[in-house]
């Protein structure tokens, strides 16, 4: 790939086409194939990392032997 082809936008400008799956920043058409089935890639794949809650377990003695 050179470097003249290489393209750089912000993940927050990404969007990705449900029809072509090709991947533009215009949040209205899809630059290739002019669909506008397009979801923003920002809520996908920037998500802040989920809290994972740890669950206590109490000992309680056996209902059955």
């Known amino acids: 790939m050179t470097y003249l082809s ?7 400008n990404a969007y990705l086409c449900q029809d ?3 991947v533009g920043n215009c949040a209205k058409q899809c630059p290739a194939c002019a669909s506008e089935a ?7 794949l920037n998500r802040k990392a989920e809290e994972r809650t740890q669950i206590a377990y109490s000992r309680v003695p056996a209902l059955a032997a």
Request: hydrophobic share 40%.
């Open 6 to 12: 290489m393209q750089h936008m912000p993940l927050s």
């Open 20 to 22: 072509c799956n090709c």
């Open 38 to 44: 397009l979801m923003g890639l920002d809520t996908i």
